[in-house]
């Protein structure tokens, strides 16, 4: 077991299955180069019942519910890389995550609701792999009504 699946396990937190899209033409995950570059990952398709998968932040849902499900999509995030680099330990940074925040358009508080992820990604691969650019943008509607939905970007060692 590698550094960062020990860390995962100190935590307390398996990894559910990484995710698969639904139509061939496209993928979870595209390495170019030692670019891992991640498809949005939608609360809509977690399999964690724990966490709110469906409704807007700030009417349907709170900002502490909200960032539960930014953690639980970091989590398959984590999942989905493990997919594609079969070694978690080969992330060498995490370069970036765009989370969109589906919201009341009064809501201004989305980047306290995806410090969920980035909290998840600190705390597991550490502050010189973990700590990583970010862009959280509210929308006005995702895909199924979903909450948060979050790509990323990861350098990836040979």
Known sequence: MGRVEAKLEA??????EPLVLPSANRTSG??????LYLSGHGAALLEDQSVRRRGKVDVDITEEE???????LAIKMIAT???HVADLDRVER???????I???PDFERQNKVLNGA??????????????????S????GLVDRQPVEIEGTFLIHG
């Open 11 to 16: 935590m307390g937190i398996t990894l559910p």
């Open 30 to 35: 595209v390495l170019v180069g030692n670019m």
């Open 66 to 72: 909200a960032y539960a499900t930014a953690r639980a």
């Open 81 to 83: 890389i493990k997919h």
């Open 94 to 100: 995490v370069v970036k995550i765009l989370g969109m």
């Open 102 to 104: 589906n919201a009341h």
């Open 118 to 135: 980035s909290d998840l990604f600190f705390e597991v691969f550490g502050p010189e792999v973990g700590c990583h650019a970010r862009s």
């Open 137 to 140: 943008v509210g929308v006005e």
